[in-house]
Structures are given as C-alpha cells and as structure tokens.
C-alpha cells in the first residue's frame, strides 16, 4: 500500500519544501500499486510533477496538499500523487489509473490544457468530478459536466490582459506573442479578439514559439523593428521568462505585460529585481503580495510549509479542493452529489468567491500586477472582476 497523505498526517516525504524528484518517485510508485482505501474519502492528485510544466504542476500540487492535510470536520483523506509527464498521453492514463485504485470522489488535476482535453473523456467514463485551475477555455465549454474550474476562464481573464494595456498603460501599437501549446494557441486567439473589440490591431503577431525554446534574440529583433510599444505575451513559464530577460539583456525598454505563469516564484526567482522593473502580468491572484490579512495568513502558512512564496497556481488549487472538502463535510460524499453541490453552491475562498456559471466556471476576478525593479515580489495596481471581464 502505499498512501502518500492522509489529513493530521504529514509524512516525512512530503515535510518541509516538497522535492521534484522524491515526489515523482512517490508518483510513480502509487501508480504501479493497489492502494487501499481506509479514509473518509479518495481525491488523487493527477498533475505535471515532470516536464515542462513541472513549475505550474509543482505549484498546484503544493495548493491541493496543503488543502488536503487540513481538510475540515476531521475528515481524512487518501490523495495518492500521479505524476502526467506533461504530456496529453500521460495525462489521460495516470488519471485511469488514478481513478481505477479506488472510488474517488473528485480529481485534483492539472493546470496544462492540452492534458485537460485528453483527461476529459476519462472524466465522463468514470463520471468523477476534475478540480482544475487550466484556464483553457474550451474545458468548460464542450459540455462535459465533470469540469470544475478554479482560476477565471481564458476568456474571461485575458479581457482584462488586454484592457489593463490599452485603458491603463495606454499602449495602441501590440507586439502579441505566445507558444505553440493549446494554452498559448487559445490566449493569443482571445487576446487577438480582445485588442480587436478595444480598436487596437498588434503591429506585430508571432504565434509560433516553441515552449522549449532556447533564444528569443530573432523574434525580438523582429518586435523592435515593428515600432511595437508594448509586448504582450500569453504563453507557459519558460519562453515567457526567457522573453523578459532576452529583452532586457539586448536593452529593449518596451513594457511587457504576461500571462499569470510569470508570477509563480519560481520564475521571478530567475531575475534579479531590476530585471523586472517595466514588467507586468494578469494573474488569478498575487497572494505573495499579501494585500490583505486573510491571504497574509495564508501565505505566510504556505511559506512555512513548502519552503517558498506562494503564487495564484497554488492559491487557486487550494480553494478549489478546500471548496470540494467543505462540500464532502456537508453530505456530497458521492461524485454525483459533489457535482450537484459545486454547481449551486457559493464558496468565500482566501482568493476569491467562488459560484459556478451553470458550466463549471467558478472563478470570476483577476489581478493585473507590476514589478517596480527593487523586489522580486508584484505589487496589485489593478483588480477586475464580473462583468469588467466581458467585451461585447
């Protein structure tokens, strides 16, 4: 048997700041075991623990552990961790395996769009509810009742990308860049859209670039020649890093504004502070801000528990699953009746309010932040929420 978390427990493989390598072992090892089922409920964790996403999968595992080990009214819980291999292939078997160990009552899984739509039929065979925080639109809108989001829809969250740049900074002439996964394809045809219903039309576009991409000196020789005044990237963590600090490093002072994967600390962690300085990003939520006391105290705990600053990834997780264990305390002890509950219910989270659209969004604000050049940690200039996140 091997059961890698049970609430009240914390296990010396999972103590402290939680080790790629270790869990990719664990990972591998409940994958290949029977596990036995003795607690109040089974949720595997099914994210990319390796791969390019292993930073976001990283994250997010961190928020749903953390929800996990302090699920409430005593309940425990057994959460197995699968590790995806940030691949839609890999995606779709860890989930089966997943969910072929046990009777699950919910999914915790990943952040990456392209393994959500392979997960997704997994999800409708054994009709088990996915806890997600990928903000590919498409997830939620394909019909599929088992989707549960808890970071804001692409489609909602890239309207205030595109508003914060041209309302607030002004800018008109947009260099728009993203990668080649589903997530970077999805944002660049949103954001497109979204500069469109707000009378601006980029100077430039290259939706083209690899996610393992090693030097960004071509496109941004290319973005320089554009007479761009602003850069507008929606893509994974590594080429948007590398944008940032390629830019910078050629001496281009053009203001970039991302999508939320710059946030996680993770990334910031790769510049020193004034390599920031002129950089913004949307992100569901900036709990290393701190901005105020309820996600201080959340943050701080995080801190202490992993060894490093939170970022909206794991905040996001850690609502949706704390949202589904609240639920499970309350009587949905079934897939079905947890289903039923986080379509109609309404969930305070730390992050946000969380109430479902009828289609399993649940998450409806965004924090657009800045880097000043003197710190590693944003600060919040501007919050949207509600209808401020829709263009007719």
């Known amino acids: 048997m091997v059961t890698l978390g049970r609430l009240g427990v914390k296990p010396a493989s999972l103590s402290g700041r939680i080790g790629r390598s270790v869990i990719a072992g664990l990972a591998v090892a409940a994958a290949g075991t029977g596990v036995a089922h003795a607690a109040d409920a089974y949720l595997p964790i099914v994210m990319p623990i390796t791969g390019f996403l292993s930073v976001e999968g990283g994250s997010q595992r961190n928020g749903a552990v953390m929800a996990l080990?302090?699920?409430?009214?005593?309940?425990?819980v057994e959460y197995p961790i699968f590790d995806t291999g940030t691949s839609a292939t890999g995606a779709?078997?860890?989930?089966?395996?997943?969910?072929?160990?046990?009777?699950?009552?919910?999914?915790?899984?990943?952040?990456?769009?392209?393994?959500?739509?392979?997960?997704?039929?997994?999800?409708?065979?054994?009709?088990?509810?996915?806890?997600?925080?990928?903000?590919?639109?498409?997830?939620?809108?394909?019909?599929?009742?088992?989707?549960?989001?808890?970071l804001p829809n692409d489609?909602?969250?890239?309207?205030?990308?595109?508003?914060?740049?041209?309302e607030k900074m002004h800018k008109s002439k947009i260099a728009l860049i993203s990668d080649t996964t589903a997530y970077g394809q999805g944002g660049f045809a949103l954001l497109k859209e979204d500069f469109g219903k707000l009378g601006v039309k980029p100077v430039y576009e290259d939706s083209s670039i690899a996610p393992d991409i090693k030097d960004m000196t071509p496109l941004l020789i290319k973005v320089k020649g554009s007479g761009a005044d602003a850069i507008v990237v929606h893509s994974v963590a590594a080429p948007m890093a590398l944008i940032v600090k390629q830019a910078k490093a050629m001496g281009l002072t053009l203001p970039i504004i991302n999508s939320s994967s710059l946030v996680e600390p993770t990334a910031t962690a790769l510049f020193e502070p004034a390599e920031l300085a002129n950089v913004c990003a949307e992100t569901p939520s900036a709990p290393e801000a701190r901005a105020t006391p309820r996600v201080k105290e959340w943050a701080d705990a995080y801190a202490k528990r992993f060894g490093m600053e939170?970022?909206?990834?794991?905040?996001?997780?850690?609502?949706?699953?704390?949202?589904?264990?609240?639920?499970?305390?309350?009587?949905?002890?079934?897939?079905?009746?947890?289903?039923?509950?986080?379509?109609?219910?309404?969930?305070?989270?730390?992050?946000?309010?969380?109430?479902?659209n009828g289609h399993g969004d649940l998450a409806h604000d965004a924090d657009i932040v800045c880097w000043d050049g003197t710190s590693r940690i944003p600060k919040v200039v501007e919050h949207y929420a509600g209808e401020e996140m829709v263009l007719k």
């Open 155 to 166: 489609r909602e969250i890239k309207v205030a990308h595109a508003r914060y740049v041209v």
């Open 69 to 76: 080990e302090h699920a409430p009214a005593g309940k425990t």
């Open 310 to 356: 939170p970022d909206g990834l794991a905040l996001g997780q850690y609502d949706g699953v704390m949202m589904a264990l609240t639920l499970i305390a309350a009587g949905a002890t079934t897939p079905d009746k947890l289903g039923a509950a986080l379509q109609k219910s309404t969930y305070d989270g730390v992050a946000m309010t969380y109430k479902s």
């Open 92 to 150: 779709a078997t860890a989930l089966d395996k997943a969910l072929s160990n046990g009777k699950a009552v919910a999914a915790a899984v990943s952040v990456f769009g392209t393994e959500m739509v392979a997960m997704m039929p997994v999800a409708a065979e054994y009709k088990v509810p996915l806890l997600t925080i990928s903000g590919l639109a498409k997830i939620t809108e394909s019909g599929n009742p088992y989707i549960f989001r808890f």
